[in-house]
């Protein structure tokens, strides 16, 4: 499985914080993570606990799932895209079991 990690970096470097928006209403996302925007953009821009990497080809556009891993029982996934602006789709949480499949998944031969 090929990991898109440093065309995505490239991507996000052209990219400020003005520049990113929404594709859920973002006090819908916050309550589902349990974090702030703050956090959110800090780990978009800086790639904090990111683990891998993901491309997807949905409705005509180019989207990218990104796997933050903080520990064996806690993750969170991003999906986004480009599309002049750095649009976050979704975000939501991983949990233990999720964590298993998506090792599972991950390093599958």
Same mark, same amino acid.
């Not at 209403?25 to 780990?43: D, G, M, Q, V």
């Given at each position: 499985?090929?990991?898109?990690?440093?065309?995505? &970096?490239?991507?996000? %470097?052209?990219?400020?914080?003005?520049? #990113?928006?929404?594709?859920? /209403? #973002?006090?819908?996302?916050?309550?589902?993570?349990?974090?702030?925007? +703050?956090? #959110?953009?800090?780990?978009?821009?800086?790639?904090? +606990?990111?683990?891998?990497?993901? %491309?997807?080809? =949905? !409705?005509?556009?180019? =989207?990218?799932?990104?796997?933050?891993?903080?520990?064996?029982?806690?993750? =969170?996934?991003?999906?986004?895209?480009?599309?002049? &602006?750095?649009? #976050?789709?979704?975000?939501? /949480?991983?949990? !233990?079991?999720?964590?298993?499949?998506?090792? &599972? &998944? =991950?390093? %599958? +031969?």
């Amino acid at each position: 499985m090929e990991d898109y990690l440093e065309e995505v &970096k490239e991507i996000i %470097k052209k990219y400020q914080k003005e520049d #990113i928006q929404y594709g859920k /209403p #973002i006090e819908f996302i916050l309550s589902r993570i349990n974090t702030t925007k +703050n956090i #959110i953009e800090r780990e978009i821009f800086n790639f904090e +606990n990111l683990e891998f990497i993901e %491309k997807q080809y =949905r !409705k005509g556009e180019i =989207r990218y799932v990104l796997y933050f891993i903080y520990s064996k029982k806690r993750g =969170r996934v991003y999906v986004i895209t480009f599309n002049g &602006k750095l649009t #976050i789709i979704t975000i939501y /949480p991983l949990g !233990k079991k999720t964590l298993r499949k998506y090792h &599972k &998944k =991950r390093f %599958k +031969n």
